[in-house]
């Protein structure tokens, strides 16, 4: 097969999520709903808005994850009181676990994947893929 970068990366990225796809079971979540919880408790409460920009997906979706994430006991939503319109997004003991567990099965996963790179070399292909995706983005430097 041709070893072109767009295979290369879908092949990635797909062996990625099939080795953490039985933790989304372990800890009640699913396909999509991490990355909000991790937003969260790195950022603290925000809105739906928020958080449709910064994953880069359309409102409904977000509003979709959120109320299956307020069923599951993982977030809760308050007034924001400074736009009564808005409601303000945090985490909720539960999706504090929840996210630090993730993040663990996600270090397990990078030191797997990046089993034998030095640490100039894991820097630099950070670098990489950031940049690739600010050029995809058409972003200026110093953005992500």
Known sequence: ME?????????????QR????????EIGLVVGQPKLI???ACHGPCGQRELAEYFEVDSAAVSRMVDSLEKGGFI????????????????????HRADETWRERCREMEE????????????RFAGYLSRAYRNLRGQKEGVL
Request: aromatic share 10%.
């Open 3 to 15: 070893r072109t970068f767009h295979m290369l990366l879908y092949r990635a990225f797909h062996a």
């Open 18 to 25: 099939s080795y953490l796809r039985p933790c989304l079971g």
């Open 38 to 40: 991790t937003y969260l």
């Open 76 to 95: 809760t939503r308050r007034p924001n009181e400074e736009n009564r319109r808005c409601n303000s997004i945090e985490l909720t003991e539960k999706g």
């Open 112 to 123: 797997l994947m990046l089993d034998g790179f030095s640490a100039e070399e894991r820097e």
